[in-house]
């Protein structure tokens, strides 16, 4: 009985850490974003000229070192597209303390893909 008691309690906590890294990540995301939308109705301008939007990563990054408002807000669309991938890599280390290695190996598998998906998709 104090076995199953204490496994309940370990997903809990499992559940809770998961979902405290999903809303942060949504938060995150939706203050980047809102940064974004301030900084481009003060300015009244993307930061680029007209039909031009940084459509990488490399060029969401300089454009967010530029201050640019549109790059502001493409990082925080890309911070909420990589919560969920982030939440994956929490559940690795989580699995990896609770030395459930069965899930440990599962979830990084899942992992891989996710990373590799990123990697090799391409966006025409």
């Not at 989580?94 to 979830?107: G, R």
Request: charged share 15%; glycine share 6%; no cysteine.
């Amino acid at each position: 009985m104090e076995d199953r008691k204490n496994q309940n309690e370990k997903i809990e906590n499992m559940e809770i850490i998961i979902s405290q890294t999903l809303r942060a990540g949504v938060l995150l995301s939706a203050l980047i974003i809102l940064i974004g939308l301030i900084l481009f109705f003060v300015t009244k301008s993307s930061g680029y000229p007209a039909g031009v939007y940084p459509t990488s990563v490399i060029a969401i990054i300089k454009g967010l070192m530029s201050l640019k408002p549109y790059a502001i807000i493409m990082t925080g669309l890309l911070v909420l597209i990589l919560t969920p991938v982030f939440r994956v890599g929490v559940s690795i280390i989580t699995f990896l303390q609770e030395k459930d290695y069965m899930y440990v190996y599962i979830t990084t598998a899942v992992f891989i893909i996710l990373i590799l998906s990123f990697v090799l998709g391409k966006v025409e």
